[in-house]
DNA sequence: TAGTTTATTTTGTCTAGGACAAATAGATAT
DNA sequence: ATATCTATTTGTCCTAGACAAAATAAACTA
């Protein structure tokens, strides 16, 4: 009665799963001779689950800096090796807490970890938790998936909560009256939203008002929303990028569209590589410079 | 100095905005005449704002069963039209509040219907206010786009009020010590995660225990996340779908690869249009039914 | 040695037009 | 009204070629 269950994805799935395009899927096979689906009888690309999670180590890799050429045609058990040497490069300062929790996930001890993370951002506040806990953790995770010390799913579990404490710490600063107004969100193609959480709870905490218009704004709804909600500051947050191209791009067109009142910020992991940014886009590499920031624009609308 | 203003939008982009996939864009074209995008020198598409607009209209006319043939072609005007027939044909016992809600957004009294959503969340409970003003309100506000009333960055600005105010909700019921423990999570295309939200906070109303993966889990990280974290229950969340075909194959192989102790539940808008869906899989066609079934399975579960 | 410019390779995304099966609508019969 | 069959509609996939932007290597300059 089972008719063979159905072990293989389509690549729109493959596509969705692994962040990496149709087209360039199948360019990678034309190139590099990966991946190589079997086909279904109309043709299509069947990607069996081996070449899947293969995939997503690859995708993985590529974020850190790898280069397609030279590891799309890797082995898995090259690709694992890779991925250890890049993660022992890296890990310097790490958090002994972190690292304890990311051992409790792998042995599925969930709820613990969850509770402990609300016990932490009650501790520590929520300036140093997101500076040494939730940031430093995610980061972690990333890397203990790409081990497979950890599955997936975990990770998306773990961002899901973390999210939800951030953004009930956020409404725990009441609206204090203010004149400073930052209008927080990410453009198309960036669907990261937790630099922006973290964001929002630190400039809460130097009594910003902050709205929050989640992930992958189109560009003509954020030049509405400047003209419409007219906040003294956009913020935009950036992760890993795929495409640094287009990326400056959207932000010299946003340089143009965006009434020149507002001040531009933008920030995250992502952007700190980029350069020939345009000029009027303040950058903030780190988080924790951000309160610096704040100040400085505080006092810089004051004098006008 | 101001060489030429981005106007237009690359495929991608709008493919992004639109919801509608680049392949679908290129056989409208051919086959409706529409949309007719300029073209760059490398002969690429290149969307006037416009066109954008028009293609935006069509895309939630046809969340709402209208047919591509049909209305790909029609004019601005003759969308608008339709697009408010089909507004009077819906409406029907709407909650006067809500329409108060929607007017003031399009006055730009933003701040003041959030402030006024929290104090009606603690008034009426989270059931109601599940049912009577955050439902009908994310339904009121995609009508109010529809026909030009509210830029559409309104529709994200509430969208995610109200997923914070709803999560928050949901951390007050503390973790009452429960037999019933239900994962939560959306399958891969579909990106709306307010449903699951509500969903959650109803749940953990009734005293259920819930894990929320968040939108998206791709199939094999959900089979790993039920083996490893062992719910009774796995509940997937619907909402307009633009291609039944693929969400009942899913559903299909879910019901192959979940193991048979789970109780799978499938909800919200679209699926509700769905029909062969897999016996196994039972259907919560509205909100305000969920407490019933849970109290149905529990049943079910204490019989064993 | 270190920084800047130029050439070369790598890489992702686009295009065209054809093909096909799943979904839907319309027609017919129970 | 409900079910069955046929015709049309519709989204997604395919191939194979093209091209510009990004990254790297090479050459040159201070």
Redesign the pocket.
């Known amino acids: 009665m089972n008719k063979h269950v159905n072990l293989t994805s ?3 799935e493959v596509s969705r799963d692994t962040g ?5 899927l ?3 096979e ?2 590099y001779g990966f991946p190589q ?1 079997r ?1 279904g ?5 069947l990607y069996p689950k081996e070449q899947l999670d293969r995939l997503r180590s690859i995708s993985r890799l ?1 974020d850190q ?1 790898c ?4 590891i799309v045609s890797m082995s898995p058990e090259q690709l694992d090796i890779l991925a250890e040497q890049l993660k022992t490069v890296k890990d310097h300062r790490d958090n002994p807490k972190v690292d304890e929790m990311v051992g409790a996930l792998g042995e599925g001890r969930t709820q613990e970890v969850l509770q402990s993370l609300r016990v932490m951002l009650k501790q520590q506040g929520p300036q140093l938790f997101t500076y040494d806990i939730a940031a430093p953790l995610l980061e972690q995770i990333g890397h203990a998936w790409a081990n497979g010390q950890l599955s997936i799913y975990m990770e998306h579990l773990i961002t899901n909560h973390l999210g939800n404490m951030l953004n009930e710490a956020t409404n725990e600063f009441s609206h204090i009256e203010d004149d400073l107004k930052i209008l927080l969100t990410t453009l198309p193609g960036e669907r990261h939203g937790m630099g922006l959480l973290m964001v929002e709870l630190l400039l809460r905490a130097e009594g910003v008002e902050t709205i929050n218009l989640g992930v992958e704004t189109p560009v003509d709804q954020l030049v509405e929303a400047c003209i419409g909600l007219n906040p003294q500051v956009l913020a935009l947050s950036f992760s890993a990028i ?5 990326v ?2 959207v932000l010299r067109e946003l340089s143009d569209k965006i009434p020149v009142s507002v001040i531009l910020l933008a920030g995250g992991e992502g952007i700190s590589k980029l350069r020939s940014i345009p000029e009027r886009i303040r950058v903030v590499k780190k988080l924790d410079t951000l309160g610096i920031e704040v100040r400085s624009i505080r006092q810089q609308l004051n004098k006008t």
């Not at 009888?41 to 690309?45: D, F, L, T």
């Not at 795929?242 to 287009?246: I, L, T």
């Open positions: 389509s690549i729109e990496i395009g149709k087209d360039t199948r360019v990678w034309r190139r689906p086909r009888k109309k043709g299509e690309r590529l800096g280069r397609p050429g030279s795929h495409k640094r191209a287009s400056i791009a």
